[in-house]
């Protein structure tokens, strides 16, 4: 009979993972590392904006010109995310490492980025 708190002799056997949760696992973490970098670089990018705007609205002593380096450091950010996603494609990797290597055949120069189909 099982009494609630009592002590009771079961003992616990550690789940062995299989390979598919070993690669869900990994592309958990890529996805986390990009996700970390992408509101980074968000951040970094966004934040002179964003503590100049209230600054200037209190004593408006903001330069231009510093409202500009702040303003165009926000649009960086739109210009680096697909840079990012692109660094964290391992596919997207692999393409750009072919590429800008040197090959001593210059015909062969078609990187395959999906299964060739052979036309009749």
């Known amino acids: 009979m099982n009494v609630p708190g009592g002590n009771t002799n079961v003992q616990s056997t550690p789940m062995k993972s299989t390979d598919a949760e070993d690669g869900i696992g990994a592309r958990q973490r890529r996805a986390t590392r990009t996700i970390v970098m992408l ?9 002179p904006f964003f503590v100049m705007l209230p600054v200037d609205s209190l004593c408006e ?12 450091l926000g649009y960086t950010n ?28 210059a015909l062969n120069t078609d990187i395959p980025m999906t299964p060739c189909v052979r036309r009749a």
Not at 63 to 72: E, F, H, L, R, Y
């Open 39 to 47: 509101m980074s670089l968000f951040l970094l990018c966004w934040t």
């Open 61 to 72: 002593c903001v330069w231009d010109s510093t409202w500009q380096w702040c303003t165009w």
């Open 78 to 105: 739109s210009a680096l995310n697909p840079m990012v996603y692109a660094a964290a494609s391992p596919s997207v990797r692999q393409a750009l490492r072919a590429s800008l290597a040197t090959t001593s055949s």
